[in-house]
């Protein structure tokens, strides 16, 4: 599967790069979804919950202690990285949760966006991947990984010519 299309993010800053038949989700609860293809039975659509908090103290994201920034390797599942995209700092965490009686392996895997309002407040948005089995990310990963690494901010709109 190729990213053939860019969604943005509902009215965040934030784009992601897709594939084709792949959509998202207005209501009580934002989703981005599409299918992969080795996506859960019966049609192997996945699901990404995007969100929004804020306005949210600076003092709280100044108090958030810097992850070691390390790269994940092809056979790392774990990933504890901050960046920067233009004014948003990007914080991005992913570790497996081990199997639990009837349960799989799952994946918890968290983008965080934070952008600044003012010098006192920052705005919280976030990517969660929602049910992803450790076994589904080790198949679909180079597809899942090359979503989450086409984060990008939003062009602003064109003002219009009055």
Same mark, same amino acid.
């Given at each position: ?14 784009? *992601?790069?897709?594939?084709? =038949?792949?959509? %998202? ?6 989703? /981005?979804?599409? $299918? +992969? ?10 699901? *990404?919950?995007?969100?929004? =908090?804020?306005? %949210? ?6 108090? /958030?202690?810097? $992850? +070691? ?30 199997? +639990? ?62």
């Amino acid at each position: 599967m190729t990213l053939e299309r860019t969604i943005r993010l509902a009215d965040y800053p934030l784009t *992601l790069r897709v594939p084709e =038949r792949w959509d %998202i989700r207005y209501g009580a609860v934002n989703i /981005l979804q599409g $299918p +992969t293809p080795h996506g859960p039975r019966p049609d192997g659509v996945i699901h *990404l919950i995007i969100s929004r =908090r804020g306005p %949210i103290p600076k003092l709280v994201m100044d108090a /958030l202690k810097p $992850p +070691t920034t390390r790269p994940a390797t092809k056979d790392s599942f774990a990933r504890d990285e901050m960046r920067t995209l233009g004014k948003l700092r990007i914080y991005e965490m992913r570790s497996v949760q081990p199997a +639990t009686g009837q349960q799989p392996a799952m994946m918890k895997w968290t983008i965080s966006a934070y952008e600044p309002i003012d010098a006192d407040n920052v705005r919280l948005y976030q990517i969660n991947f929602l049910l992803l089995t450790r076994e589904h990310f080790e198949k679909d990963r180079e597809l899942l990984e090359s979503i989450v690494s086409s984060l990008a901010l939003a062009e602003e709109p064109a003002e219009s010519i009055k």
